[in-house]
């Protein structure tokens, strides 16, 4: 393949790149079927012995938990007798919450989370138990991986936002006023400030794994609580610990260079034409009208998320986390802002508390801990 694409003496960068990403994910597809292989005769020889059949029970244990299909079996033990078995597809219905309440008759919600509104009035349209509904509000609701608002609204606490269609659902601890009231509400700036910082991180953090790792990166999942964000994405081997430390870099470069960050509503089509499918990174449900968010020249993406106005308000981007989720898919973890200023403060902290164990400092404290481990190992044998 490499040959061909040298002898066409085609040397755009992006072929060229593309053939060496090809061979790489083939290598290791044929890697990855190796291990398969090994694991399955390893399996097989225990649970078989002296049989030569396999039970409906064993079939589907070999199926659904390990991946070993009819035909591996055949191939490695061509007289071995294999059942049938139904494959049943996992399905994963996601529980939703659902409350008990009738929107026929409520319109739609007018929002104003996407104008850095955080004080308003707004009418009672309906409450139901604990659920409030405004004809406006500047909450917003959990969507898109984003966790939702927290406040006011009057005295009643906002514990909860969730969005049903278009209506946007308020769950509070207590009713302190009556339908068609006019209420005061205020939205915790704050929380808000470190979810859209979050937010704006996972975009970043995308830009820089595809950067880093290649331009195959998917986003397969993302979510970005006050606590820290997450980005799944999709990559056909693991990610080495060289090329966690360079997205780092990246996504702190991209940071640093303060980009302008673009927010906007376009036809559908429009956006299609000019930016191509990959906006649709984050599962945006497209309809005709879509928002886009724009990094400039680092990322475009469908996203019905709050963020930044520019890269530089995100300050540092601190990853804490990557493992493997599923089959080509890896899950990175990471902190942003007074976030990632507090994980390495606790992670100082730790490193002076070993310090003073030790007896140590600065410059000695590895000999010193290698020290230690010698003699505990000496001492058990
Ligand atoms: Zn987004």
Not at 67 to 90: A, C, M, N, R, W
Not at 217 to 238: C, F, M, N, P, S
Not at 293 to 318: F, L, M, P, Q, W
Request: glycine share 4%; charged share 35%; hydrophobic share 35%.
């Amino acid at each position: 393949m490499e040959i061909t694409a040298n002898q066409l003496k085609i040397f755009d960068e992006e072929l060229i790149e593309s053939v060496n990403l090809v061979i790489d994910v083939l290598e290791n597809e044929k890697k990855k079927y190796q291990e398969h292989k090994k694991k399955a005769i390893s399996l097989l020889s225990r649970i078989l012995k002296d049989k030569n059949e396999l039970s409906e029970e064993e079939m589907r244990m070999l199926y659904e938990s390990h991946g070993i299909t009819k035909d591996i079996i055949v191939s490695l033990y061509p007289h071995i007798k294999v059942p049938e078995i139904e494959i049943k597809k996992e399905e994963r219905k996601k529980v939703e919450k659902k409350i008990n309440i009738s929107l026929e008759n409520v319109k739609e919600t007018e929002t104003l989370f996407y104008n850095n509104i955080f004080d308003f009035k707004a009418k009672v349209e309906k409450i139901v138990d604990n659920y409030v509904i405004l004809d406006k509000t500047a909450f917003f609701p959990r969507m898109g991986g984003q966790d939702h608002d927290v406040g006011y609204i009057s005295e009643s606490k906002v514990l909860e936002v969730i969005k049903i269609g278009n209506v946007i659902v308020h769950k509070v601890d207590k009713i302190t006023f009556k339908e068609g009231e006019i209420v005061e509400c205020k939205v915790d700036k704050n929380r808000r400030e470190i979810l859209s910082k979050h937010h704006t991180a996972a975009h970043i953090m995308l830009a820089a794994c595809r950067k880093v790792l290649g331009k195959h990166v998917w986003q397969a999942g993302a979510e970005k609580t006050i606590e820290k964000a997450r980005l799944d994405i999709t990559h056909y081997k693991d990610i080495s610990e060289q090329e966690i430390e360079k997205i780092e870099e990246e996504a702190n470069k991209i940071v640093n260079q303060n980009i302008k960050i673009n927010k906007f509503f376009i036809e559908r089509n429009e956006a299609e034409k000019k930016y191509g499918f990959k906006i649709y990174q984050g599962g945006y449900v497209p309809s005709k009208i879509i928002r886009i968010v724009e990094i400039e020249n680092v990322d475009v993406e469908a996203c019905s998320g709050t963020h930044v106005n520019s890269t530089k308000e995100v300050e540092y981007i601190k990853i804490i986390n990557v493992k493997k989720i599923a089959d080509n898919v890896y899950r990175l973890e990471f902190v942003a802002s007074e976030n990632a200023i507090k994980f390495l403060k606790e992670k100082e902290k730790i490193y002076e508390e070993i310090k003073k164990l030790l007896n140590a400092n600065d410059e000695n404290i590895i000999e010193k801990a290698k020290e230690l481990f010698e003699k505990w190992k000496k001492l058990k044998k």
